[in-house]
């Protein structure tokens, strides 16, 4: 095994190299006064729903390399090319080898991200946040072969991940709007208003973009011209995004409940309780629907009533999307574990101890299962071999 430990900052490489930059990202109480405590001191999980179907990622997993970061990492790595791009609070980004964990610092940036990117046709779609006396804000895209920034626009972005569809980029913002932005020129082709910040990522299928607001409700819109097709009132705010699945849309929120909502009209078609907030996003496969929650377990849920199938106990909250390959289930804990469990049982197959709460998502790249810890280190696995 591979520790690749960081020392000072060197300068920053100049040679026209890609870069990308991932987010700084991170809720319970039934009472108005706690919802407001948590969502000041916990941000939503983002970087959309990582759903590995293709191939196999069997445990027991072994880690190969950990790579000692400036500071903790809180979100999913992102990839390129053979190398893991990290943003750190030093407006730095960092890059490690994903062959050998080799850490160095790539460029500066002026501000800090909060929400994940999105690449596309070699422009990368970035927001950064901060303090407008120091920081660089808004949404930037960057030509990655040219090392520049092809436009920006001053919004005033927070947690939500921007996403692309053709030419289109959806992005929720802190004025309480949805935009609809040209990837060319960073135009706004539309604009929603909501009535508090969208802090919910969007999802987009069969033409609508569902996205959740701080004012309770997700939004159904007419993906062209964001045309409202229908609304649902949920009990909380919606930190995470939907999720969509055969003709269906999945939400959590900060009241405790996943609802389960017809995609066309919104009707809803179940409702399950928790017995903590949900700030992730689940997982829907096959019939079945995988989430974690404040209150310390992951659970699986029928997807077409809403039954609990079964609930696995973790000792710490998971905020996290879990990662699906296959028949195996990864997610993060506070307890600072990594868990391997079973889709059809929930039985747990394997589990791994860092020195830190892992807060976000785990991914699989190019054979190797990455997560971040607030221990500082990001760990690549290897899985059993087959």
Known sequence: ????????????????????????????????????AVKAEMRPASGGVRVQTAGTFQPPLTVVWKSKLYAPL????????????????????????????????????????????????????????????????????????????RWQRPLPVGWSSPVLVDDTLYIGAEDNALYALDTETGDTRWRFLTKAPVRSSPAVAYGLVFVGSDDDHLYALDAEVGTLRWSFRTGGSIPAAPVVADSAVYVGSYDRTLSCLDAATGRLR?????????YGSPVVKEGRVFIGSNDRTLSCVDAATGTLRWRYATNGVIRGTPLLVGSVLYVGSSDKRLYALDTASGRLLWQYETG??????????DGLLLVGSEDRYVYAFTGAAQ
């Open 356 to 365: 830190g709460s892992i807060t976000v998502s785990p991914v699989v790249v």
């Open 74 to 149: 809180l979100a999913p790595p992102v990839v390129e090319n053979g190398m893991v791009y990290l943003p750190m609070p030093d407006h730095r980004i960092y890059t490690v080898d994903l062959r050998t964990g080799v850490q160095a610092a790539f460029s500066k940036v002026g501000g800090v991200a909060q929400a994940a990117p999105v690449l596309k046709a070699g422009v990368l779609f970035l927001a950064l946040s901060g303090r407008a006396d120091r920081d660089q804000t808004g949404l930037l895209a960057v030509d990655l072969q040219r090392n520049r920034t």
């Open 1 to 36: 095994m591979l520790d690749s430990p960081l020392s000072r900052p060197p300068t920053p490489d100049p040679r026209p190299l890609l870069f990308l930059l991932l987010l700084l990202a991170a809720c319970s109480g039934s009472h108005a006064g706690a919802e407001r």
């Open 270 to 278: 179940w409702r399950w309780t928790t017995d903590g907030s949900l």
